[in-house]
């Protein structure tokens, strides 16, 4: 180093100082678009999907005036054993023919029959029970359309054409008819919230998938969350250093990495195969999920047990305090807001789990709803999987409709952990 | 201070007439270590004492007596492993990943360290006020009825209440803090906090206060109050206290033990330490050639 003199130093620092200032804005300017192209593929994502997706909620309905004839419905009074055979669907092809009575052959009505859907007759049967007065009477009931009109009306408003697939000109006709004179109308689609799944894409609901996926994570959570939690504490509080916990460690770290596939088929040998616990159960299915979500919960509960300051903890010691008291007094309260990040991350990877799941067989079309965590059920991802694989054009707006449905649970989950942090953070 | 004066020269006459007796079975057991390590009226007594961490031994063979109702200071420069001679004392030094302690330690005649000693009677005898004030992140009450509460010395919020006042008052911190008791102890100035764990450590009544560096984070001002208080505090306890400020243990000290590399080097009467020391490294420490 040769001496030079202060001015001269002054010199090489202001030479170099425009490098400097450039390369800090590429810096920045780079870091502003990572950002940048993360909004943007989440607007991309989330604009296609609802676009996609609203329509779902949405669904044409047919009024029709039906009779409640008690010769067509073939019963003389209403009784739980009458309700189950009464030909319902008489009365409303019955009511499909006096609307149209222009048509006499039988080909046509056999396409004017497939207006409405084919759970119309359901909707009349549940009318007729809460009601047994009707017999007799008289009404207009609004039923729900068949899944190839309502595409076909959806797909109206864009262009005059429509999308017709399956629906003929008559039908067509049929429809604008009805639209015209206000008896088709686009109503809320309640069934989307109330139903199982099913065929017919107008009478698919999401209740048992996300009911099915609701008992899953109640599963993993009051399974993985307790497990997770006293591991991290075993091992960052009173396991010794040595060489076992140093392999222990190594083997959680590479858990978190195991394919969720690989959790399916345990699942599968063990607790279905050895333990003969029910097929499709969310209660294997839960299982399966907390041998995937543990490894998240204990590391991350262990960074969090790790960050709290150690002279909270010798001052907790130097006071005399056991070690668990330690732990449940001083650390844990401080470690919480942490380990609830975690659990919640770990439960939001469960919600979004597919795999494993269809080795269990909760890939199974299931329409009950279940009532409990060893009732067949499905979950919201496969749900979406099976729907996604079928065939009909309404099953499309289904799909994208149940992603949103699963996108908001993930925020509802995401934003009640950020709150319940918050509440928990200490504020000193 | 002058109350101290009087008290080093009785003191010293004390612990003269005791080592006539004990001087040859002393210098026997710790050949390195000058000057008076040993009292009669010890409240801990340890002998031999050796510290490793892993491998690299931290305290080389030390014997000290720490009287009752004393304050004893021990000095030196960094490393030289006052602290962790400390922390043996109430075994902080426990969850220390390798740490080995060998020699006899003893509380009143009660072993410290065997393996039917229990830590948590042990550390509730022996109390301890950290270099850094470490309030819990709790109430200023909570702070001080903590370990009352714990160790089930009171359950009735009455009885509660009384150990929280008078073990503030004790700690000179009643008056500031009496109408926000609810509120974080962590809120409180550096120098209120380490006064707070200093009524946190006395409230369960302890018979050692260890002190390691006390008023190493706080100001001028709020180190003198310390001081005070660790003069007021010897009335009722055997304090044992690390510093780094040679000032610090000339003022508030009976006898001072000066460390040097894991050995004890001089333990006096901390008026002659600071006067007249025995050893050439105590003398070269006090007057400023290194440390």
């Not at chain 1, 639209?179 to 199982?196: A, M, Q």
Request: aromatic content about 6%; charged content about 20%.
């Amino acid at each position: 180093m040769t001496n030079l003199t202060q001015a001269q130093v002054r010199e090489r620092i202001e030479k170099r100082l425009a490098s400097r200032h450039r390369k800090e804005k590429l810096f920045r300017g780079l870091g502003i678009a990572s950002i940048a192209f993360g909004v943007l593929a989440v607007v991309i994502l989330f604009s296609d999907i609802i676009s996609k997706g609203s329509g779902a909620f949405m669904q044409t309905a047919i009024q029709l005036e039906i009779h409640y004839d008690a010769q067509v419905l073939d019963i003389d009074k209403v009784d739980d054993e009458s309700l189950a055979w009464a030909n319902f669907s008489g009365v409303i092809r019955q009511a499909l023919r006096e609307r149209f009575p222009s048509v006499t052959s039988r080909g046509e009505k056999r396409e004017l029959y497939t207006l409405v859907s084919s759970g119309a007759p359901f909707t009349l049967r549940d009318r007729l029970a809460d009601d047994p007065e009707l017999l007799g009477k008289s009404e207009k009931v609004w039923f729900a359309a068949d899944d190839d009109v309502d595409t076909f009306v959806k797909s109206l408003k864009d262009s005059k054409e429509g999308f017709r697939g399956r629906t003929s000109e008559q039908k067509a006709g049929w429809i604008e008819q009805l639209l015209d004179s206000g008896e088709l109308k686009k109503r809320f689609n309640t069934t989307f919230f109330t139903n199982g799944d099913s065929r017919e894409p107008e009478q698919a609901g999401i209740r048992a998938a996300l009911m099915g996926s609701l008992f899953t994570l109640l599963v993993t959570l009051a399974l993985s969350f307790p497990i997770g939690v006293a591991a991290a504490i075993y091992l960052e509080e009173y396991a010794p250093k040595n060489r076992w916990t140093d392999l222990i460690e190594v083997n959680i770290n590479n858990l978190a990495a195991v394919p969720s596939i690989v959790f399916g088929l345990l699942g599968l040998a063990i607790f279905i195969n050895f333990f003969e616990l029910p097929r499709s159960a969310p209660l294997v299915g839960g299982l399966v999920l907390t041998l995937m979500t543990l490894p998240t919960i204990i590391i991350s509960s262990r960074a969090a047990l790790k960050a709290v300051p150690p002279s909270i903890r010798e001052a907790a010691m130097g006071m005399g305090a056991s070690r668990m008291q330690v732990v449940f007094h001083h650390v844990l309260p401080l470690a919480m807001p942490g380990m609830l990040t975690g659990a919640i991350i770990g439960m939001a990877q469960a919600l979004g789990e597919t795999a494993p799941l269809l080795m269990i067989g909760m890939v199974a079309f299931i329409v009950d709803v279940p009532a409990g965590v060893t009732d067949p059920a499905t979950v919201l991802p496969v749900q979406i999987f099976l729907w996604a694989d079928s065939p009909e054009r309404a099953f499309v707006e289904r799909t994208s409709a149940a992603i949103m449905v699963l996108l908001s649970v993930l925020i509802v989950m995401n934003a009640s952990a950020v709150l319940l942090r918050k509440k928990l953070e200490r504020r000193w | 201070m002058s109350t101290m004066t009087l008290d080093a020269a009785g003191r010293t006459e004390a612990a003269q007439s005791e080592l006539t007796g004990g001087q040859i079975a002393a210098s026997a057991e710790v050949r390195k270590t000058v000057g008076k390590p040993f009292c009669d009226t010890a409240k801990l007594r340890m002998r031999n004492v050796n510290v490793f961490y892993g491998e690299a031994q931290a305290i080389h063979s030390v014997s000290l007596d720490i009287g009752r109702n004393q304050v004893v200071a021990m000095i030196g420069p960094s490393g030289c492993g006052k602290s962790t001679f400390l922390r043996c004392l109430n075994r902080m030094n426990d969850t220390i990943e390798g740490c080995r302690v060998e020699g006899e330690l003893s509380l009143d005649g009660d072993p410290i360290y065997g393996p039917k000693v229990d830590v948590v009677p042990l550390r509730a005898r022996v109390g301890m006020v950290f270099q850094k004030p470490n309030p819990f992140p709790k109430s200023i009450y909570e702070n001080v009825a903590y370990g009352p509460k714990i160790h089930g010395i009171a359950s009735r919020r009455a009885d509660l209440d009384e150990i929280v006042e008078s073990s503030l008052r004790r700690a000179g911190l009643w008056n500031e803090v009496k109408d926000r008791l609810d509120k974080p102890g962590t809120g409180l100035s550096g120098g209120q906090q380490q006064r707070l764990c200093i009524a946190r450590a006395i409230a369960v009544s302890p018979e050692v206060i260890l002190m390691d560096e006390p008023c190493s984070a706080l100001d001028p001002i709020a180190t003198a109050r310390i001081e005070e208080l660790i003069d007021e505090l010897r009335e009722n306890y055997t304090i044992a206290i690390v510093t780094h400020s040679m000032q610090q243990a000339a003022r508030v000290s009976q006898r001072t033990a000066y460390f040097h590399l894991g050995r004890l080097v001089e333990v006096n009467d901390t008026e002659t330490v600071f006067t007249n020391p025995e050893h050439e490294l105590t003398e070269a420490y006090i007057t400023g050639r290194f440390g």
